[in-house]
């Protein structure tokens, strides 16, 4: 059974960093493309990152230049370094494949950022 489990949110303050860790299991993660998801409250979850199985990058333009996606292949994870944190960045956040079709989503975890 393929599981992602995401850990490392939390609260930060404005212009903060966070890292996100996505522990796949049952699944070797370098054979996908990868990608990271939020969810703010009241809306629809939306792909903000992604990175390719050559580890070809991709933001969407709310966290360019600020996020960073990468791979830890002997580790079977995927990161989400975040800096530069906004307010409007407080979401859960979920990690899948980048089609996200064929498993299941993840627990996610929560990122606040607040003053």
């Known amino acids: 059974q393929v599981q992602f489990v995401e850990s490392g949110g939390g609260l930060a303050q404005p212009g903060g960093s966070l890292r996100l860790s996505c522990l796949g299991s049952?699944?070797?993660?370098?054979?996908?493309?990868m990608a990271w998801y939020r969810q703010a409250a009241g809306k629809e979850r939306e792909l903000i990152a992604d990175?390719?199985?050559?580890?070809?990058?991709n933001y969407v333009d709310s966290v360019k230049g600020r996020f960073t996606i990468s791979r830890d292949d002997a580790l079977n994870t995927v990161y989400l370094q975040m800096s530069s944190l906004k307010p409007e960045d407080t979401a859960v956040y979920f990690c899948?494949?980048?089609?996200?079709?064929?498993?299941?989503w993840g627990q996610g975890t929560q990122v606040t950022v607040t003053s």
């Open positions: 899948n494949t980048l089609a996200a079709r064929e498993f299941n």
């Open positions: 049952g699944i070797i993660v370098r054979h996908y493309p």
């Open positions: 990175i390719s199985i050559g580890r070809v990058t």
